[in-house]
């Protein structure tokens, strides 16, 4: 692996911070990591390289890379994280359990291989932290455009004879990795196919664009009726990723809980609708402007705000728990329902230990603020919950420590840089 990609080993580290600082300043938004991985599994329809620019250097990101190498397929890594992914060299159709587990992104990979050389063994991600997420509706859609399908020792077996058809596949519910995995396999199918009952989210809008650049014929892209002509073979092309709208609604969020002013340059309010609205809500003046986004707080205590989550354009499960951090030291009470994933409240326990005043009934929350949180020794236990902690340690009194911080390392890049740029006082410490 080049040695830009060498990351620290987080498992031995944790996070500490000393709460208190307002946060002002400015910082740069990251490439979306959900749109990145999936350009990586797409990059395996095309023999000819493709570019991937506005890379973030996080975990996935070097997991996805693994996984494309034990493919066989070349990538060649820039100083700038400009990836070139040459899938010539594709030696292997076998995607490994020990890969996909990591990330279940890496299940991806399957139709993209199984559209463009008519096999496929992709190991099943199984559940994570935050739910069962079963990938039913991706195998029923695939089997639509006529894969012949095994379940053989946790590993799906796939193939077609010559080529996938056209099909028309109306899926049971939104799911975001459904779209993109059947939007990916039906590129190089023979004939028209038409998905309905799509998700929307902006990512599955980058890939398809992505694939166009790439010469597919992809169309209708953030609505929920997706339209592909399938083409008879892809190309090269260079594209750069959209800005990740978590990571910017993170800092947004991070800052209002302080009270503070941020301006986050590359930000693309466009995709944030949803969670704009409620920080205005939560008492924060947002300004539009030509570089990105600012939020100003005026040195306020937020207000509570209620919120549920829902599928592409309402308000994002991955924006969740960053708002209950920002509920617990709110003025009110808010309530927080959560209807995309049966587990995600795991961070609830972890801001009750720093003295949060949260109850749950099922799937929501309900958060009447705190003056101040206390300071506590704490366990990230998913990506965005790790994030909705480091955001109680900011505003909590005395210094918190984060362990299980290898979570965060997924999906934040240079968290603790960009966090000392706006005046948070914040380190990794040995674990
Ligand atoms: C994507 O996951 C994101 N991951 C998640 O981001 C995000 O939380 C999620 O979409 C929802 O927005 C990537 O883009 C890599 P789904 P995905 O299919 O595609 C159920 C983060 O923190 N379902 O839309 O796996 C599923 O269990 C992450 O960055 C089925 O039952 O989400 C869930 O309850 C975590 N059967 C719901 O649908 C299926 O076949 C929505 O899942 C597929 C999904």
């Given amino acids: 692996m080049p040695s830009i990609l060498l990351l620290s080993d987080p498992v031995l580290e944790k996070l500490r911070i000393s709460g208190g600082a307002t946060l002002h300043g400015e910082l740069n938004a990251s490439g979306a990591k959900n749109s990145a991985v999936l350009m990586f599994a797409a990059s395996l329809l095309s023999k000819e390289p493709v570019t991937i620019s506005n890379v973030p250097h996080l975990r996935d990101i070097t997991n996805m890379i693994e996984l494309l190498g034990s ?21 292997s159709f076998v995607a490994e359990y020990d890969i996909v587990k990591t990330m279940r992104a890496s299940f991806l990979v399957l139709g993209p291989m199984l559209a463009h050389y008519g096999k496929a063994i992709v190991s099943l991600p199984g559940g994570c932290a935050i739910g069962t997420r079963p990938v039913d509706q991706h195998l029923k859609g695939l089997r639509a455009l006529g894969t012949k ?8 077996h796939a193939s077609v004879e010559n080529k996938l058809k056209g099909t028309h596949f109306i899926f049971d519910f939104s799911t975001v990795g459904g779209t993109e995995h059947l939007m990916m396999a039906a590129v190089l199918a023979e004939g028209q196919t038409v998905h309905e009952n799509c998700a929307m989210e902006p990512e599955i809008t980058d890939l398809a664009e992505f694939l166009n650049k790439m010469g597919a014929k992809v169309r209708g892209q953030g609505t929920n009726t997706i339209i ?3 083409v008879e073979e892809m190309h090269g092309c260079h594209h750069r990723v959209i800005a990740d709208r978590v990571e910017v609604a993170t800092y947004l969020i991070a800052a209002a809980a302080t009270g503070g002013k941020v301006k986050v340059k590359g930000a693309q309010p466009e995709h944030l609708g949803a969670v704009l609205a409620k920080l205005q809500e939560a008492g924060a003046e947002i300004n539009i402007c030509d570089e990105g986004i600012e939020l100003d707080m005026k040195n306020k205590r937020p207000k509570a705000v209620d919120l549920v989550t829902a599928p592409y ?20 009470t808010g309530t927080i329902q959560e ?9 609830v326990s972890e801001l009750l230990r720093m003295g949060a005043n949260i109850k749950l009934d099922g799937n929501t929350a309900i958060v009447t603020g705190v003056e101040k949180l206390k300071a506590a020794p704490i366990m990230a236990t998913d990506l965005r919950a790790s994030i909705s902690l480091v955001i109680a340690g900011l505003v909590a009194e005395g210094d918190t420590l984060v362990d299980r911080i290898y ?3 997924r999906g934040y890049e240079q968290v603790e840089e960009k966090l000392r740029m706006l005046g948070a006082d914040i380190e990794r410490v040995p674990g």
């Fill in 228 to 230: 592909i002509d399938g």
């Fill in 71 to 91: 493919l066989g397929v070349e990538v060649v890594v820039d100083d700038s994280m400009n990836i070139e992914i040459h899938a010539n060299t594709i030696s």
């Fill in 149 to 156: 399908i095994e379940m053989k020792d946790g590993y799906v």
């Fill in 339 to 347: 209807n995309i994933f049966e587990n995600r409240f795991m961070h």
């Fill in 407 to 409: 979570h965060m390392d």
């Fill in 313 to 332: 354009p309402g308000f994002p499960t991955d924006m969740q728990a960053q708002m209950m951090a920002l509920n617990a030291v709110a003025e009110g």
